[in-house]
């Protein structure tokens, strides 16, 4: 037992040791230890919900959330007016979207793309059945880039219609 013992901490301690020395060796690589004072890079992206519709969103539209049960309670990840105009809630800002591409892939699926002034969005919608008189229910992902390359994807439920 002393010997499982002695060669387990022998073992645990090279395998700190080369852990140690080799987050110097590198200046791509930084390592973040306990005693460091700086903070680990943490910017990341996250699509919150909202639920109240911004004034641009008038008549016809859609709004997506990230579960049928988000939906049912009117808490939404996105929306747009069927033309131009998106919007996500980005970090906690809701944030605006003017469309620049939108292409029919298949009948039943679209992309489209959308820029904001730190945003670049793909969004693909896949059409489900007829969920109400002028509305119909959609589901697909919500892809997420920030300027500096940091991304985000999304899988989202939700209705189209007027």
């Known amino acids: 037992m002393l010997f499982k013992n002695k060669f387990l901490s022998t073992f645990l ?3 700190t040791l080369t852990f140690l020395f080799a987050c110097g060796q590198s200046s ?3 390592c973040v230890t306990q005693t ?3 903070k680990p890079d943490n910017d990341i ?3 919150d919900t909202f639920s109240t519709f911004p004034p641009e969103i008038d008549g016809c539209s859609c709004y997506f959330s990230n579960d049928s049960a988000e939906f049912n309670k009117s808490e939404y990840i996105y929306m747009n007016d069927f033309a131009q105009t998106s919007f996500l809630k980005i970090n906690g ?3 605006k979207f003017t469309q620049t591409d939108y292409k029919e892939v298949s009948k039943t699926t679209t992309i489209s793309k959308a820029k904001s002034d730190k945003y670049e969005m793909t969004i693909e919608v896949i059409d489900g059945k007829q969920s109400g008189d002028e509305t119909s229910l ?3 992902t919500i892809k997420l880039t920030d300027k500096n390359g940091k991304t985000i994807i999304k899988t989202f439920y939700g209705e189209c219609g007027c």
């Open 13 to 15: 301690t090279a395998v």
């Open 28 to 30: 791509s690589n930084k």
């Open 36 to 38: 460091d004072n700086k």
């Open 45 to 47: 992206l996250t699509i």
């Open 93 to 95: 800002v809701l944030t």
């Open 138 to 140: 959609k589901s697909g």
